[in-house]
Antibody, heavy 120, light 109 residues
Framework: QLQLQESGPGLVKPSETLSLTCTVS??????????WGWIRQPPGKGLEWIGSIYYSGSTYYNPSLKSRVTISVDTSKNQFSLKLSSVTAADTAVYYCARHIDVAAPCDYWGQGTLVTVSS | SYVLTQPPSVSVAPGKTARITCGGNNIGSKSVHWYQQKPGQAPVLVIYYDSDRPSGIPERFSGSNSGNTATLTISRVEAGDEADYYCQVWDSSSDHYVVFGGGTKLTVL
């Protein structure tokens, strides 16, 4: 059974860079042609897609966040990562990692999510 | 940018049918996916590609998509169906990105 687990600091200061990692277990991140994505959800609000990366490294980003987002993959560690720069309080959210088989496909596996608070 | 519009809330009595809509410009030309999210949990896929149901999802959940509206239908609603529901599409018309609807809170009376 595929499992995804987010990890990273739960508190980030304003103007700094938020960094999260998603570790994939129960399957190889590079063994099949999957996309690996990040989605966030501010407290009490809806879902917002941040971006996705193909196992080979090509990326798609939400246009509203594109200037601040970098998603990368480390196949040797079976992980993919999110970096979001110049954060503000508006970036406070639960961050989920997920898998989808195609960029237009649904996310069929999700991590449990991790809360990141932006505060000084 | 492409916008998906959902009603903030829908209420239904147990045993009745709930219909949750997702509106978007010519959404019928896109593939729509639906997620159920209960408090404190990650979203769970309940309908994909408009009307397909993942294994383990009850047949009471169904979907349709035509024109400017996609609909998630839950028949014989149970108390356990109370949750937030989100629609999702891939917008390839201008910017290429995943779009979520704002979500609908389903309340079982």
């Amino acid at each position: 059974q595929l499992q995804l687990q987010e990890s990273g600091p739960g508190l980030v200061k304003p103007s700094e860079t938020l960094s999260l990692t998603c570790t994939v277990s129960g399957g190889s991140i590079s063994s099949s042609s999957y996309y690996w994505g990040w989605i966030r959800q501010p407290p009490g609000k809806g879902l917002e897609w941040i971006g996705s990366i193909y196992y080979s490294g090509s990326t798609y980003y939400n246009p509203s966040l594109k200037s601040r987002v970098t998603i990368s993959v480390d196949t040797s560690k079976n992980q993919f990562s999110l970096k979001l720069s110049s954060v503000t309080a508006a970036d406070t959210a639960v961050y989920y990692c997920a898998r989808h088989i195609d960029v237009a496909a649904p996310c069929d596996y999700w991590g449990q999510g991790t809360l990141v608070t932006v505060s000084s | 940018s492409y916008v998906l519009t959902q009603p903030p809330s829908v209420s239904v009595a147990p045993g009745k049918t709930a219909r949750i809509t997702c509106g978007g410009n010519n959404i019928g030309s896109k593939s729509v996916h639906w997620y159920q999210q209960k408090p404190g949990q990650a979203p769970v896929l309940v309908i994909y590609y408009d009307s397909d149901r993942p294994s383990g999802i009850p047949e009471r959940f169904s979907g349709s998509n035509s024109g400017n509206t996609a609909t998630l239908t839950i028949s014989r609603v149970e108390a356990g169906d109370e949750a937030d529901y989100y629609c999702q599409v891939w917008d390839s018309s201008s910017d290429h990105y995943v779009v979520f609807g704002g979500g609908t809170k389903l309340t079982v009376l």
